[in-house]
Nanobody, 123 residues
């Protein structure tokens, strides 16, 4: 089992940027696809982005394509989500998750989850 800790959330104005980090401990992430998800009040948790083990394959929700970029540094056991051109509708708690497979997409099974970091975008 891996422990995941998200950081980097906060309050930002619309059009601004944030970079989220997800640091892992307990085992290497080097065999796991990794995903970012988000959940806002009253809504179901939704897939945001996923990245394969070596970073060669990525997937994004249509709502964030062209604005968000997922990346990873396996040497640091860390996954990132660069969020640009933020919109008020991006406001949510963002979670990272480790997949059971070397790839990560919306329908992938995820085994371990972090506690989340709040992102608030003001208009």
């Amino acid at each position: 089992q891996v422990q995941l800790v998200e950081s980097g959330g906060g309050l930002v104005q619309a059009g601004g940027s944030l970079r989220l980090s997800c640091a892992a401990s307990g085992r290497t992430l080097g065999m796991s696809g990794m995903g970012w998800f988000r959940q806002s009040p009253g809504k179901e948790r939704e897939f945001v982005a996923g990245i394969s083990v070596r970073g060669g394959s990525t997937a994004y929700a249509d709502s964030v394509k062209g604005r968000f970029t997922i990346s990873r540094d396996n040497a640091k056991n860390t996954v990132y989500l660069q969020m640009n051109s933020l919109k008020p509708e991006d406001t949510a708690v963002y979670y990272c998750a480790a997949a059971l497979t070397p790839w990560a997409a919306r329908t992938t099974k995820y085994e371990d989850w972090g506690q989340g970091t709040q992102v608030t975008v003001s208009s």
